[in-house]
């Protein structure tokens, strides 16, 4: 062996921990230093002494676990929660309902405008949701909107949509226009892997159309349907964009609709970052739980339907 | 890869026989999935349609005529808008080009050197290094962003272009999509022949692993120019200046000055009109030759 060839085994086992250097340094500079920077602010809080005048007279202490309890009992998280999950009951389920029934519908044979409607159904992925929130909000708004227009010459009740009960309807709208596209791209493509002698088979044995949807199709795509789900969980959780943009259409959109608004409020507008560090490593805990267990309650059948 | 959907269609309109055997219209054309997807396609649509005519009218044309009327307005709207505030909107079209432009690039360099060490290279602490990077897509952005803000504070780094810039760079999707189209593209053998001819790890990389990855790299720059372009959160907390303002930030402004005095609304639709036309046009372009399906990871066989 010469010493080149002894030497290269060398450069090949420094090599990947080269290549990723970038990555490992992005990574601890915005990810993990933030990170471990906003648990340590939660268990942080600034102590007052004297009128709170002077040098000296603010001082940063240990508060234990205050800011959690605080954030846990004062209302503001626990009320955007109840709200942002109640508009998950409904975003979730119908946006990834309608991303499968698109999907379907796109890998069924003979279906027309197929490249034409699947691009269509996709567009909203490019659309920024500050301005998605925008242009619905427009068409909530009864001024402007052409629904209102309709529903006044047709002598129909015209609704609030920005208050109340419709406004999560309102919203939902917004997740599900904006996000359906992607998901059903998510689930095509699994639903294109599928191998062409499986509905063959089917067919041959006589099933329906509608029954190698339900039958073999949808199972096989279980795996994305999983994946699409657990994303879809995360997305919601973290709303933000959407209610934010709104907020100045409407009087009835609490600045702490959703939690992460909660948490921008506590953070930029009262000014407390311990308060607002300790409500964000709840809400990602809640994040992590709630994925974590859908994963797990999702394998668990998987298997148990595998045997 | 979109070609499957296109040949469907031609056997779809069949060619016709004689009269006697030719099947019923809904045989040849499955007409509940197209028309189910046309419904779908007019909801996407409908709104954006909505904005493209609602621009054509001026002020008091908004409020009166009928909405999906186009009214007389539109060239006077973009003076309008391009004479606010000094041209600021297009300031702000300009940032966010910007941010998601260089944003991108650098994220798919990242994402490419990641993704192929991880996707080529066998070594001690891959999966957890994977596995890291991961969880990082699981974090919410504000557990980030807010600390972020503090620490770039002390650096004295924000209300700049890098404090918006920077902490989008490493994208834990983009790694993740690089690592699979490496694997898939980049055979063992074709780097263990480049080793053999004595090229080094980095000549290897940047000669042959490189160019087969081209096609899964675009889709990164792609879902990571999508990602920093529709941010609005990030630029939020960081910015304070409105000259630094990417389009989605300056828009939301906008539209919060408007709700005092609703002059402003045309000017909101019109710049939400106009901000929608790059990545649209950029979609439409770029599909000629590039699949949405790889977007999900789908890799071609």
Redesign the interface.
Same mark, same amino acid.
Request: aromatic residues 16%; charged residues 5%; hydrophobic residues 60%.
């Given at each position: 062996m010469t010493t080149a060839a002894r030497r290269r085994p060398y450069g090949v086992k420094g090599a990947p921990y080269a290549f990723l250097l970038p990555a490992a340094i992005l990574f601890a500079l915005f990810f993990a230093l933030p990170i471990g920077y906003a648990l340590y602010l939660s268990f942080r809080k600034v102590h007052v002494s004297g009128l709170g005048l002077g040098s000296g007279a603010r001082n940063e202490v240990w508060a234990g676990l205050e800011n959690y309890t605080d954030a846990l009992t004062d209302g503001d998280l626990t009320h955007g929660a109840l709200r942002v999950l109640g508009y998950g009951c409904i975003v979730v389920p119908v946006m990834l309902g309608l991303a499968l029934l698109f999907a379907l519908m796109l890998d069924s044979e003979k279906v027309r405008l197929a490249p034409f409607t699947r691009l269509a159904i996709f567009l909203p992925y490019a659309i920024p949701g500050v301005v998605a929130a925008l242009m619905w909000g427009f068409l909530y708004l009864p001024d402007v909107s052409p629904f209102y227009y309709l529903l006044d010459k047709l002598h129909l009740p015209q609704p609030d949509l920005l208050d109340g009960g419709p406004l999560y309807l309102a919203m939902s709208n917004i997740a599900v226009w904006g996000g359906t596209g992607f998901n059903m791209i998510v689930i095509y493509t699994s639903l294109r892997s599928i191998p062409a002698e499986v509905h063959e088979a089917a067919k041959l044995d006589g099933a329906s159309p509608l029954q190698i949807a339900l039958r073999v199709k949808i199972p096989m795509v279980s795996p994305s349907l999983v994946l699409t789900f657990f994303f879809s969980i995360i997305a919601t959780l973290q709303v933000f964009n959407e209610p934010t943009t709104l907020k100045p259409l409407t009087n009835s959109l609490p600045l702490t609709w959703s939690p992460l608004m909660t948490v921008y409020q506590d953070a930029f507008r009262k000014g407390d970052i311990y308060q607002a560090a300790a409500e964000a490593v709840i809400i990602a805990i809640a994040t992590l739980a709630l994925s974590f267990g859908f994963l797990r309650a999702a394998n668990r059948r998987q298997k148990q339907e595998a045997r | 890869m979109?070609s499957?959907?296109?040949q469907?269609?031609p056997?779809?309109a069949g060619t016709t026989g004689a009269a006697q055997d030719r099947p019923p219209l809904r045989?040849? #054309?499955?007409l509940? /999935?197209?028309v189910? =997807?046309?419904i779908?396609?007019i909801?996407?649509?409908l709104?954006?349609a909505?904005?493209v005519i609602?621009s054509t009218k001026s002020g008091r044309e908004?409020?009166s005529t009928?909405?999906?009327l186009p009214g007389t307005g539109f060239a006077d709207n973009i003076r309008q808008l391009s004479a606010y505030r000094d041209g600021v909107y297009w300031k702000w079209m300009g940032n966010s080009a910007l941010y998601a432009g260089l944003g991108a690039l650098m994220s798919t360099?990242?994402?490419a050197?990641?993704g192929?060490?991880?996707a080529?290279?066998r070594?001690r602490g891959?999966e957890t290094?994977f596995n890291?990077?991961l969880a990082?897509?699981?974090?919410?952005?504000? #557990?980030?962003a807010? /600390?972020?803000y503090? =620490?770039l504070a002390k650096a004295d780094l924000t209300d700049s272009y890098l404090s918006v810039l920077?902490?989008q760079?490493?994208s834990p999707y983009g790694?993740y999509l690089a690592r699979i189209y490496a694997t898939a593209a980049v055979p063992a053998d074709v780097v263990e022949a480049g080793?053999m001819d004595?090229a080094?790890?980095?000549r290897i990389?940047t000669r042959v692993a490189l160019p087969m990855m081209v096609p899964g790299l675009v889709t990164v720059f792609l879902f990571q120019f999508?990602a920093v372009?529709?941010n609005?959160?990030l630029p939020?907390?960081m910015l304070s200046d409105d000259e630094k303002f990417p389009?989605?930030?300056g828009?939301?402004t906008l539209?919060?000055q408007?709700?005092n005095q609703?002059a402003l609304?045309t000017l909101?639709?019109t710049g939400?009109f106009l901000?929608?036309i790059p990545?649209?046009a950029?979609?439409?372009v770029i599909?000629r030759f590039w699949s949405?399906?790889l977007?999900?990871?789908?890799v071609k066989s």
């Open positions: - | 979109s499957l959907a296109v469907k269609i056997s779809a045989r040849r #054309i499955a509940v /999935p197209t189910t =997807l046309l779908g396609a909801y996407t649509l709104p954006v909505w904005v609602a908004l409020f009928f909405t999906f360099c990242v994402s050197f990641s192929y060490a991880l080529a290279y070594f891959r290094i890291v990077l990082g897509v699981l974090m919410p952005p504000i #557990i980030l807010i /600390p972020q503090l =620490l920077l902490p760079i490493l790694v080793r004595g080094g790890e980095w990389f999508v372009w529709n609005f959160l939020y907390i389009i989605t930030l828009l939301y539209l919060e408007g709700s609703p609304y909101v639709i939400a901000a929608v990545l649209i950029l979609f439409l599909q949405l399906d977007l999900s990871g789908a």
